[in-house]
């Protein structure tokens, strides 16, 4: 053993006088015991009596920084810091013992021992500079503990230490990213507004020197920052916001210079930020989202299914901003999956495995939605999927979007019956069940369904051939047993036929009259349905121009009791007399001996009124008709055995329609009693 060494055991390491300098109350006798530490310590570094001095700061941090006493854990750190600065050059083995003293006081209860534990540091940091850097972990922590200080000199001293710990990382060439990184992570996540602006402000720093490159560890950190976009102090989330502008700018830049990117991490921070409360954050993730999708679309691919599911529920957000960025973000992915079912796309063996079948199951989500914009998107999306292939179409899929017929919103049931069309139109089965189901949804939810009859049906008209519709309507009607939901159906039908622009060619197969053989077929392939609600029938045989047979079916009235319900549609019927549908009607009262039965039909419809509005207009009509006065008795009479042209339809058995029509009548009767006994 040397003899320094040796008198490094014999001797004191802090002398009685010294301990009572450093525990003195005044602070100019403690610096006065510290000038002596400093003194001794540069003696031991002069002698190599390096044991000495770890024995010294051990004795220090035990006896005086871990005292009850305000003035030793003073006087204690004020021979730390003696140390270090006695120890120059010397200091790199004594570096952690030196700051572990020093930062274990940053949270005493006093704050003027805290103000000397910061100043303590700051002057072991001005000494050991980059070597300091190896307990940078340690420091933070503790600078984050001091950033929460209320007290003005604990944080003007905490400012101090702070700038030179940004001095020493930025000019150290061998500054440890990844331990810097493990202690963002470590602190991102925190909630207190002033660490929040610490480690950002670290974060914004970092980004400035030349030699370092956050951008690849981003993914480490990036969700911290996104969720500091929700700090309610805005001068913070500021900071996030900017920081973050800075690191799109960065990764952009990285995709066009080639560089790999860990797009799979940061796509999937991005996307659940997007789901996140407060609109700022939201607004900022989902622009993430959007542009990360036109720089990289090629490598989004397997997050597509989830990046639809953030734009189409973005789309209902209530910010008009992050409205507009989804729907652009929608229209993205809808041209990037068109380009993936492109025979030509380059990335064809980039596809992930069941990727339709994913992108199906988040539209399935997306339709449940109670929002309207987002569930319209979604059906938008199935339209683009399923079109050339329906037999994509899942087993979920088909009670769905029957369900969502019932929706409020008229473009909900439209597109939902565009994707219905789709998946059925492919074979007469599959329709004829789409329109059975149809039709036991009216039936059983006829208070919710009913009035959206006219807008399905006529949706329907404009996507598939109106007559196959009527007529496969016509025939499933007739076999529902509920004869009044059948009458009710019929109504709505013929007011449909009748009215409306989508069954315009529709009306002018009938209007060819009976001796055309498709408007002949469709007249008897609809006559046996629209039998069920006698008033109907007589307007299907009128626009046919089957006028004979109108007023046939109008004498048979007399059979039947007329209710109110009859009467009010009966009144419906001499409205639309006075429609354009009907002109041709009108005008062919101005042959009466061309069409006797019309003229007779008419005043048959005249006969069962009672005195009312319509009553007057249909009377006014007829009256109108000068030359119906003169229509004698002979010409009805010789009207019988020649009839109108019109009437001349061989491929009609009329006796066998008006056979089935009292039939019917006798039906409905009888189910009438049955309900009433009920």
Known sequence: MTDAVSRGHNLSIVSPEIARLLSDSKADVRKRGAGEVDRKVKTYCEEGDWETIHNLIRTLRTSFSNSIQNSLRKGGLLALSAVGIALNKHIGDFVIELVDAAIELFTDHDSTVRYHAAEALYNIAKIARGLLLVQFREIFAAMCNLKCDNDRSVQGASDSLDSILRDIATECKEFNVDLFVKTIRTHIHTTNPRIRQYVLSWLM????????????????????????????????????????????????????????????????????????????????????????????????????????????????????????????????????????????????????????????????????????????????????????????????????????LGDPSDQVVELSLHVLAMITQGSEESFHKFLSELISLFEIDSYKLMSRVSTIVRTLARITPCENLFRMLARILSGVPNLAFVSSMVTSLNLILLTSPELLPFRNILKRGLEDQQASELFKDLYYCWSYNAVSLVSLCLISKAYKHSYELIRAFGEQEITVATLVQIDKLVQLLESPVFTFIRLALLEPEENPYLIKALYGILMLLPQSSAFDDLHKRLKSVNTLCNLNSASLEAAKHTGPKSQEVPNVDWDKLLAHYKLVEEEKETYARAKALK
């Open 205 to 404: 720093l970092m980004d400035t020197v030349p030699d370092i490159s956050l951008t690849e560890d981003l993914p480490q950190f990036l969700e911290g920052v996104m969720d500091i976009l929700g700090d309610p102090e805005r001068k913070i989330a500021s900071l996030a916001e900017q920081l973050l502008s800075q690191y799109l700018a960065r990764l952009q830049q990285m995709q066009q210079e080639g560089k790999t990117v860990c797009w799979g991490e940061i796509i999937n921070i991005v996307i659940k930020s997007c789901r996140k409360k407060d609109d700022v954050t939201r607004n900022i993730a989902i622009n993430w989202a959007v542009k990360i999708l036109s720089i990289s679309n090629e490598h989004m691919l397997p997050y597509m299914p989830d990046l639809l599911k953030v734009f189409l529920s973005s789309m209902s957000d209530p910010s008009e901003t992050i409205r507009s960025k989804a729907g652009e973000g929608n229209t993205q992915l809808a041209g990037l999956y068109g380009l993936v079912r492109s025979e030509s796309y380059e990335f064809k063996d980039d596809i992930p495995e069941g990727l339709t079948e994913r992108i199906m199951s988040s539209l399935a989500e997306c339709i449940h939605s109670s929002e309207i914009p987002t569930k319209s998107s979604a059906l938008e999306w199935l339209q683009m999927v399923l079109e050339g292939n329906p037999e994509l179409a899942s087993n979920w899929l088909f009670p769905e979007l029957l369900n969502l």
